[in-house]
């Protein structure tokens, strides 16, 4: 088997992985609409996509 000519200092090795950590910031807006917060490029839950009507919702009957 290969033996690594140096040894990886702890440094490196946290370097090197940085972009594998959790991700913890979501941008986050709200519905102009409805006033729900959604993530940004998601539809809204009441339809709703950049003032467009995207998904047609049935009226709820009372």
């Given at each position: 088997?290969?033996?690594s000519p140096?040894?990886?200092s702890k440094t490196?090795?946290?370097m090197r992985n940085s972009h594998?950590?959790?991700k913890s910031f979501h941008p986050l807006q709200q519905c102009p609409k409805c006033a729900k917060i959604?993530?940004?490029h998601m539809v809204c839950a009441c339809g709703y996509y950049r003032n467009k009507r995207i998904i047609?919702?049935?009226e709820k009957k009372e």
């Open positions: 088997m290969a033996v140096r040894r990886v490196k090795k946290r594998s950590g959790i959604t993530k940004l047609q919702q049935p």
